[in-house]
């Protein structure tokens, strides 16, 4: 049982772990505890609450069967297959378990329904929750039964290509960042981005109703770079752990300084995209904003040097940053200084916490 949980679960949360922190930024710290309630309220007694929740349930168990199918065909995972020298009841309890443990954002998530229903006194209406538990679990035990009856003993050297790029990948170190991004973090690059993008738009809305000087959007704006945390996280890892041998290389810090910059500099543009788009801005305000939100996301990003990636404290630094940035924005100091500071931050520490 270790085994699994080990090998299967635990690899699941921790290669999502960007995802899952981006959807708890946007869960938290985009809808208030009021909306949270209108949303669970909607799936109790909505005339199809309860479908869309599966709906959107199915889609998380069926991320999880394909992870679990995908990820016990690498070579790594040939030991897995000794499960069907287990009993068939050892086995199907195993898989439960393991079910259970992809699952856990799911029943979490029933809990809170449970404490709604509770408090609105509508327990009546949690009962279909139940069966979408057996159904979600059945998928991925169904899916891990398929993967031992079916090995794959071996590693595809070649794979036929229906699309054929007319271009040669560049070589380019921010290219291949992005091109791993898309490629093997793509659920993470979508919650990220469209929870920033949302932020975006919802406060650039707000500021078109009423006049409004540069400390609304400033507020707003900090908070979608922000999101983008859990992308910055990702491309940390990306260098730390996927693309070990590059630190290896005689590059001097400024060019790898340059590289982060232009990195993160190309992350926030959709965000300020949206910003534009939704508000009636001057150029040289968007340049404000976009500054602001390069320097916050570039001084994050040199958190993850000094701790050696994402504690357990991270969240904690983040929201407690946030904070302070909103106090020193609304006591009017200037936009560009407050980036200033931030990037003067970053070049003086990067050369030290680099090296860690």
């Not at 983040?318 to 904070?323: C, D, K, R, V, Y």
Request: proline share 5%; net charge positive.
């Amino acid at each position: 049982m270790k085994m699994l949980l080990l090998s299967t679960v635990f690899v699941f949360f921790r290669q999502r772990a960007g995802t899952f922190f981006v959807l708890l930024g946007i869960l938290f710290g985009f809808l208030s505890s009021v909306e949270h309630h209108a949303f669970a309220v909607f799936f109790l007694t909505g005339s199809n609450g309860m479908a869309y929740l599966f709906a959107i349930w199915l889609l998380y168990a069926l991320l999880c069967a394909q992870f679990v199918v995908t990820i016990w065909k690498q070579p790594e995972y040939t030991f897995i297959y000794r499960a069907r020298m287990w009993p068939s009841l050892m086995r199907l309890r195993r898989f439960v378990l393991m079910a259970f443990g992809l699952l856990q954002p799911l029943l979490y998530y029933g809990i809170y329904l449970l404490t709604i229903a509770v408090q609105d006194d509508i327990l009546q209406r949690l009962w279909p929750i139940f069966p979408f538990y057996l159904i979600l679990s059945v998928i991925i035990i169904l899916s891990a039964e398929w993967r031992i009856r079916n090995p794959v003993l071996y590693v595809p050297v070649k794979s036929r290509a229906y699309i054929r790029w007319p271009f040669r990948r560049p070589v380019s170190w921010i290219y291949w960042s992005f091109e791993w991004l898309f490629r093997e973090r793509g659920v993470t690059l979508l919650a990220g981005k469209l929870g920033a993008m949302l932020v975006a738009a919802g406060t650039m809305l707000y500021y078109s109703t009423d006049i409004y000087d540069i400390r609304l959007p400033a507020v707003g704006l900090s908070l979608a770079y922000l999101l983008n945390v859990g992308l910055s996280l990702e491309l940390y890892q990306w260098e730390s752990q996927v693309w070990l041998w590059g630190r290896s290389l005689p590059v001097p810090a400024r060019v790898r300084f340059g590289r982060m910059i232009v990195l993160h500099a190309l992350l926030i543009v959709p965000e300020t995209l949206v910003a534009v788009r939704n508000a009636p801005l001057s150029f040289f305000e968007v340049m404000q904003l976009y500054f602001l939100g390069l320097g916050i996301l570039v001084t994050s990003h040199l958190y993850f040097y000094k701790a050696g990636g994402l504690p357990e404290s991270g969240m904690q630094v983040f929201l407690f940053g946030f904070a302070a940035l909103t106090v020193v924005i609304l006591y009017k100091v200037p936009l560009l200084v407050i980036a200033g500071c931030f990037l003067l931050v970053s070049v003086y520490f990067y050369p030290r916490w680099y090296k860690q």
